[in-house]
């Protein structure tokens, strides 16, 4: 009787770790693609539309800010963190211009202070943006102000996806970057596992 107490107890105490252990993968396997969600970059939703359209679309890409510098402190203290964080983004510009530059998808107009405005046709927008480096990519909006009343009209750029209200976010395969159905996958597993041991429990 006593062998056979303990002989249950083994498989219950069995069961409760697999339980645990499935609950454990299952959470970190949520956590992880959580994280590269989060981490990934802010893609101007104007773009894909865009593309529609046309073969190819000027943009403005930003690079993510791994300096570990933290601004605060002082006025006089904050301009020379930004002055610092700027210094540290010039080599990483450098480097990224020079990676693409032989990429004939993606056509480099100027480098900005933290990162690079260019011409791109769409498979060279999704190769940045899937990028780890790449932190935002904006649509490069033409602005034209009038000069002096006249037709000649003088074109300035702003990344309009800087002001967009909506923050909308994909991944770089266009798409979120969460496998939903997955989870779900997960999750029922996990139940049909309960039920299981439930009907188990219940017999003994």
Do not use: C
Not at 157 to 171: A, D, H, L, M, S
């Amino acid at each position: 009787m006593f062998s056979v107490l303990i002989n249950g107890m083994k498989g219950h105490i069995l069961s409760v770790f697999i339980i645990l252990f499935i609950v454990s993968f299952t959470m970190s396997i949520i956590e992880a693609q959580t994280k590269d969600y989060e981490h990934g970059p802010y893609l101007d939703p104007q773009i894909l539309e865009f593309f529609e359209e046309r073969e190819s679309l000027r943009i403005i890409v930003e690079l993510f800010d791994e300096s570990g510098i933290v601004i605060e402190g002082t006025k006089e203290e904050r301009r020379s963190q930004i002055e610092q964080i700027d210094e540290w983004f010039e080599p990483e510009v450098d480097k990224i211009v020079l990676d693409y530059a032989s990429d004939s998808d993606i056509d480099l107009v100027k480098e900005r202070s933290r990162g690079f405005v260019a011409i791109v046709t769409e498979e060279g927008f999704w190769r940045l943006a899937n990028d780890s480096r790449v932190s935002a990519i904006y649509y490069d909006a033409p602005m034209y102000a009038a000069i002096n009343d006249s037709h000649i009209s003088e074109e300035e750029t702003i990344p309009t996806g800087e002001v967009t209200t909506k923050v909308n976010r994909y991944e770089a395969s266009g798409q979120d970057n969460i496998p939903t159905i997955t989870i779900i996958l997960l999750v029922l597993s996990i139940i049909f596992i309960l039920i299981i041991l439930a009907i188990k429990f219940a017999r003994n």
